[in-house]
C-alpha cells in the first residue's frame, strides 16, 4: 500500500486551496480543528496523525463549493485519490 497522507500534506493542501469567493476562515478553523482532534486522539490513545489529518481535511470542499461543501469535498478527495496511487486516507 503506499503512503497515507501525512499532516503537513494535508496542511500544505488546504493553503494551496482558493477560498471559492467567500473568505479564508474555513482555513484557520480547519486547522484548529485539526491540531484539537490531534490532542484529543492522544488524551484517548489514539492515531494523532490520523485525527490531525481528518480534521484539516474535513472542511475541505469549501474551497469548492461553500454552501454544499459536503459534497465537493466528497468529489475533491475522491478525484485526488484517483488521480494518485497515495490514498488520501484508510
Same mark, same amino acid.
Given at each position: 500500500?503506499?503512503?497515507? %497522507?501525512?499532516?503537513? !500534506?494535508? $496542511?500544505? $493542501?488546504?493553503?494551496? %486551496?482558493? *477560498? @471559492? =469567493? /467567500? &473568505?479564508?476562515?474555513?482555513?484557520?478553523? *480547519?486547522? +484548529? /480543528?485539526?491540531?484539537?482532534?490531534? #490532542? #484529543? @486522539?492522544? @488524551? %484517548?490513545? %489514539? &492515531? +494523532? !496523525?490520523?485525527?490531525?489529518? $481528518?480534521?484539516?481535511?474535513?472542511? #475541505?470542499?469549501? *474551497?469548492?463549493?461553500?454552501?454544499?461543501? &459536503?459534497?465537493? =469535498?466528497? !468529489? $475533491?478527495?475522491?478525484?485526488?485519490?484517483?488521480?494518485? *496511487?497515495?490514498? #488520501?486516507?484508510?
Amino acid at each position: 500500500m503506499g503512503k497515507i %497522507l501525512t499532516s503537513k !500534506e494535508a $496542511l500544505n $493542501l488546504i493553503n494551496s %486551496l482558493p *477560498s @471559492a =469567493g /467567500v &473568505d479564508d476562515h474555513w482555513k484557520a478553523h *480547519s486547522i +484548529c /480543528v485539526g491540531n484539537v482532534a490531534a #490532542i #484529543i @486522539a492522544k @488524551a %484517548l490513545n %489514539l &492515531d +494523532c !496523525e490520523k485525527a490531525k489529518v $481528518l480534521g484539516y481535511i474535513h472542511d #475541505i470542499g469549501k *474551497s469548492e463549493n461553500y454552501k454544499m461543501h &459536503d459534497v465537493a =469535498g466528497y !468529489e $475533491l478527495i475522491k478525484k485526488w485519490d484517483m488521480k494518485k *496511487s497515495t490514498p #488520501i486516507f484508510v
